[in-house]
């Protein structure tokens, strides 16, 4: 299963950078033997300002077609590490070639776009700057791919 992210801004170089990077090599290298991967970052930018709506345009034209959609969202599940885990491991017993992760901008997720999602994400009730969401994501998503090979990386 293939995983993307589809992210609204452009990540510099970078300790996010760096991190994200190493993130998403582990999870390709864990992944692969599962059936999970390769991942890739579609990056959009509204350069005319016109808000969520825009990004949300800009965001589907990213999304693979068929892709299950997950969101990031204040308002989604908050859910544990081998919870996430399964529910990877669900999709891609299910036969979905598509995963894509959407993390919005500044003003978070168009409602519109947040509406036809498969699944919605919380890291928590705090709300995460979207650079350092990607970086948990990416970190999650590595993790997940750790507990579905049954690696010791993730401790209870």
């Known amino acids: 299963m293939r995983v993307h992210l589809c992210v609204v801004g ?10 994200i990077d190493d993130y998403l090599k582990r999870f390709d290298r864990t992944g692969r033997a599962l059936g999970l991967g390769p991942v890739s970052v ?13 990004e949300a345009a800009l965001l589907r034209r990213a999304l ?3 892709a299950v ?4 969202d204040e308002r989604g ?18 036969g979905r070639g598509d995963l894509a ?11 519109g ?13 705090m709300v995460w700057p979207h650079m350092l969401a990607r970086v948990m994501l990416a970190e ?6 750790a507990i579905l090979a049954g690696s010791p990386y993730h401790r209870v």
């Open 10 to 19: 452009r990540l510099r170089a970078g300790p996010e950078r760096a991190l």
């Open 42 to 54: 579609v990056e959009v930018e509204d350069k005319k300002g016109g808000g969520m709506a825009a």
């Open 64 to 66: 693979p077609q068929a």
């Open 69 to 72: 959609l997950a969101c990031l």
């Open 77 to 94: 599940a908050v859910i544990t590490s081998p919870k996430f885990a399964a529910q990877l491991g669900q999709w891609r017993d299910a």
């Open 101 to 111: 992760f959407v993390i919005g901008g500044a003003d978070g997720i168009d409602p």
């Open 113 to 125: 776009l947040r509406a036809e999602a498969d699944f919605l994400l919380s890291f928590g009730k």
């Open 140 to 145: 999650q998503l590595y993790r997940a791919a």
